[in-house]
């Protein structure tokens, strides 16, 4: 936990404590600096020219250990982190509370891109901070984070946009899998988008589709209907459908229909995802990464259509030239059409 005197030799909280006392300033769960005052010096650091690296770190699957293990273990976990990175960045950076379990925390002293790697390699080498099982009373959490980072001013001059790139590099970080660390790179992440559903509730999403897809007795007319409402409220360009056959088609009509015999060897689970197509997709479906890349389409979402144990094909959003990440809500909306779609053709039999 930090004190008076280490926090004071920053000017932004010897200002603060003329006015407010230590324990305003300290999570009280995790002894890290409460939101408020980290986002402060943040950006009394920004007005001050100062150059600084910040982070932002996300426990991995931390409800699991909350539902598995009670919230006490939660509450032990969030407060061994703090402490760990507390003594980790001592003398030369800071750690703060953002909000349930994510932190963010700065550091004067590795600004360079090399320097960081190494400040991140060893943060999460294996049994040191990360990545490692937690001794606490009652039981023994094993726990693992993503973390994305950026600099000031290098990569940005700003609050907003600083935070900006935190976000995608976060993101980025949970679309390969968490367990990671993502450093900023321009020309790596500067195109990445991170989009969700519209002002509007799932529940409203899911609404609109159902209607859509109750809107005609015909297939490809249930298609064309659900793609106005998933266009709005996924703010995709175009919705493709594979039909039992494997043949691909899209619901503009853009594309001239074509076999994508090797889709079944890349979409194992429910629900697939990429924006990385030649880490992810060309060595399972060379194929189907053939004509992805003819088209330029470069982030894809993919809901199996299967119902009883059988494949009945595919419904896909793919993004041209887009590193856009997919988030958990649009998960649920393409899940959701792609029962409904399953439903239909285990029921009817129909294939387009």
């Not at 003594?87 to 891109?113: A, C, K, M, Q, V």
């Not at 950026?150 to 995608?168: G, H, Q, R, W």
């Not at 997919?326 to 387009?352: K, N």
Request: with cysteine; hydrophobic share 40%.
């Amino acid at each position: 936990m930090y004190t008076v005197d280490e926090l004071s030799k920053y000017g932004y909280f010897n200002e603060i404590f003329n006015e407010h006392g230590l324990s305003d300033v300290l999570d009280s769960l995790t002894g890290a600096i409460s939101r408020p005052y980290i986002i402060g010096f943040i950006k009394w650091l920004i007005k001050k020219g100062t150059s600084f690296s910040v982070s932002m770190l996300d426990l991995d699957n931390f409800k699991f250990v909350n539902d598995t293990y009670g919230h006490k273990t939660g509450d032990g976990v969030l407060s061994f982190v703090s402490r760990e990175m507390i003594d980790f960045l001592d003398g030369y950076g800071i750690f703060g509370r953002f909000g349930g379990d994510e932190f963010i925390f700065i550091n004067f002293r590795d600004i360079s891109y090399d320097d960081r790697k190494i400040f991140f390699m060893r943060m999460y080498k294996d049994g040191f901070i990360l990545r490692r099982t937690v001794e606490l009373p009652d039981s023994r959490p094993f726990i693992t984070g993503t973390t994305g980072c950026a600099v000031f001013p290098d990569d940005a001059k700003d609050y907003d946009t600083l935070f900006s790139m935190i976000d995608k590099t976060l993101y980025r970080g949970k679309s390969k899998g968490r367990n990671c660390y993502i450093i900023y790179v321009e020309s790596k992440h500067k195109d990445i988008q991170i989009k969700s559903l519209k002002k509007r509730s799932i529940f409203n999403t899911l609404v609109g589709v159902t209607r859509a897809f109750d809107s005609s007795p015909y297939l490809d007319e249930k298609l064309l209907a659900m793609f106005m409402t998933l266009q709005e409220a996924l703010s995709i360009t175009n919705l493709y459908f594979i039909g039992k056959d494997r043949v691909l088609k899209d619901i503009k009509g853009i594309i001239e229909p074509i076999v994508v015999p090797d889709i079944d060897l890349l979409v194992t689970d429910i629900i697939f995802s990429s924006n990385a197509l030649e880490d992810d997709v060309k060595q399972k479906s060379p194929i189907f990464y053939g004509i992805l890349k003819s088209y330029d389409l470069e982030s894809i979402m993919i809901s199996k259509l299967m119902m009883r144990g059988e494949i009945m094909g595919y419904l896909m959003c793919a993004e041209p030239r887009s590193l856009r990440i997919w988030q958990d809500d649009e998960y649920a909306v393409m899940f959701s059409a792609g029962r409904m779609i399953s439903g239909f053709l285990a029921g009817t039999g129909q294939f387009i």
